[in-house]
């Protein structure tokens, strides 16, 4: 079967794996297909580029692919033309004819040439290639700042292309296990979550809900975080753990500037419990060291004294307006500002502690005796599994 729309995709830190490197390109491979798993499509990977192959109709869903796929480092539609300077030369001019149109007023030619047996060197192709659309004053060179770079990749075949997008870089999903991220409805947690995604983990997410306290439009608006990032995740349950009961327990028993405190080493409590059971390694939260009471470095201490994994914290030394600037880049800003809380004024003390001792906090949430309802809410969590 001949398709008639071609892609390339340039792979980038795995190159750097070594023994490694068939893993991770088999991974790579297989995330490409599971995007385009409802279209026609063939995907393939030769010497550090992925080429995806498929028909106009498929067109919109390999860009959506390719825009959220994480191990490349960019990519671009290219044109495959005959191996020969001449074929060069005028595919080189169509895609600067094209940029012309556009509004492009200059261009850089670049060559890559991995066949070595192709009788032009870099130099050779960039100059020789460049030659027609500059001699017909289609646009004028510009080596420093152009408007539009065009490429010329001479390998088993030779591809032409222009202004080739950035890619998510990373390293594909699936390669570095699963973690279990505590995704609230902030901004945080889903940036926490997609930094996660960029080092090769899989990733369910879990949700704590306290019913009527939150409300419906609450944790919705935290499962389409989740549907959001399973763009990039390609597969992720959200486990949702009605945790009212454990909330009203910590009220009527925790002393009231630490109840944000005890909530944070039951949510702990449960997570250890879902990670054993679906198979994570680790635990991930949005926190960031100072961002708010419950994360001083005291108080962070007394939260990880409760987990029994490592606990994941990738924002630690992230600021908000960096934080901000991911969120919106990746397409969870507009959901994560909506104005519905995921945690009650009802349940937020006035003067929280600010520098617990992990004693301390052991103490009071033993005396809390909440264990039981923590587990029985464990047990009633509610699954909903969102694809790519
Ligand atoms: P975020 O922006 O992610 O909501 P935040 O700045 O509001 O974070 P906190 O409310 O202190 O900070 O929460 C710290 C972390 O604890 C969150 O990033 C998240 O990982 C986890 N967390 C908080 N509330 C919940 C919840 N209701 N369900 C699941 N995880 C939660
Ligand atoms: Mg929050």
Known sequence: MTYTKFYIGKIGELI????NIKTFEKQLVANTKAYLKNVSARVSLMAGRLYVECDDEA?????????HLIGITGWAEAVIVEKNIEAIKQEVLNEAIKARDNGAKTFKLESRRSDKSFPYDHYGICSEGASLAYNQKILDVDVKNPDVVIMVEVRDRCFVYSNRTKGRRGLPVGVSGKGLLLLSGGLDSPVA???MLRRGMTIDAVYFHAYPYTSDEAREKVEHLAE?????GLRIHINTIPFTEVQMQIKKKSPENYTTLMLRLCMMKAANMLAERIGASCLITGESLGQVASQTIENMSCTESMAEYPLLRPLVGTDKEEIVEIAKEIGTYETSILPYEDCCVLFSPRHPVLRSSVEEAQKIYRELEVDDLVREAFEKREIKLYEV
């Open 16 to 19: 750097l794996k070594g023994s």
């Open 193 to 195: 979550g997609y930094r």
């Open 228 to 232: 959001i990032l399973s763009g990039y």
């Open 59 to 67: 067109q919109e869903r390999v860009e959506f692919a390719l825009s």
